[in-house]
């Protein structure tokens, strides 16, 4: 069974993946503008969003395999990918394997210290119980933007730029979410690693000036680590910033994508 996504537009295939807890429509704010040059699929990884538990394994290189299965599924070759978090990690070991044409991550995982792992893993598994708990007023809040800026300020800088249903709808499924638990785990055993066995893809790196999550300072260290790759500075926005600014996000993911010619 194919994962649920979506498809919009024409051209080069841009597969989008989006990070732990997350679904396709995080990519929503800025899916139109990519479709004017892609033929743009955006995904529920197994386990998330509507995407059935199929079995895949937790890790990011397992997920990335499936991912690769998915590009057969489309019947696409060597897309561009585009991933944010979890996701970003998912883009990085696409390239790594030779499976894209380009790969661009925002806010990436795997460049963290031990420390900051666990205060990730620990924020979302928090923040998970926490929704899960208020369920019964969580319509009211997210519908409100004083609401959304009070949950979801870890995750985007500004939340009161979200639209409340969607907010809803991404945190409804975050709780609901079969493959949550097993993949925050499983960061425990990720660090991204081997930078060298990317530099046939290009690649670019985008963090926002305001992550809570996994905290900014890892851009620098992500800069060291891939030196070779394109890295950009996302001014006003948080770790999942594609409500904080879609056209900046857009540009980037575009730009990212066309540094593969």
Not at 118 to 146: D, H, M, N, T, Y
Not at 156 to 174: C, F, I, K, N, T
Not at 198 to 215: E, F, H, K, M, N
């Amino acid at each position: 069974m194919s994962l649920n996504h979506v498809r919009r537009g024409s051209g080069e295939p841009l597969v989008l993946v989006h990070g732990i807890g997350s679904q396709w429509r995080i990519w929503e704010p800025v899916l139109d503008a990519l479709a004017r040059d892609f033929d743009v699929l955006a995904i529920d990884l197994p386990g998330f969003g509507h995407s059935p538990h199929d079995g895949t394994g937790p890790s990011v290189e397992d997920q990335a395999v499936r991912v690769v299965r998915f590009f057969e599924e489309a019947g696409i070759e060597l897309p561009h990918v585009a991933g944010n978090s979890m996701g970003g990690a998912i883009a990085l070991e696409l390239a790594r394997m030779g499976a894209v044409r380009s790969a661009t991550a925002v806010s990436p995982a795997g460049f963290w210290t031990p420390r900051e792992r666990r205060f990730c893993q620990e924020s979302l598994q928090l923040s998970r119980k926490l929704l899960a708990g208020i369920a019964p007023v969580l319509p009211a809040l997210l519908r409100s933007p004083a609401g959304r800026t009070a949950l979801l300020r870890q995750l985007v800088w500004r939340p009161w730029l979200m639209d409340g249903e969607a907010a809803l709808d991404h945190m409804d499924l975050l709780t609901k979410a079969p493959a949550f638990d097993a993949c925050c785990a499983a960061f425990a055993d990720y660090t991204f690693h081997d930078a060298e066995q990317l530099s046939g893809v290009p690649v670019t790196i985008a963090w926002g000036d305001y992550d809570l999550l996994l905290l900014t300072r890892q851009r620098e260290r992500a800069r060291r680590v891939l030196p070779g790759a394109r890295h950009v500075p996302l001014p006003g926005c948080g770790h999942a910033p594609f409500s904080d600014d879609p056209e900046l996000l857009a540009s980037v993911l575009r730009s990212g994508a066309h540094s593969a010619a």
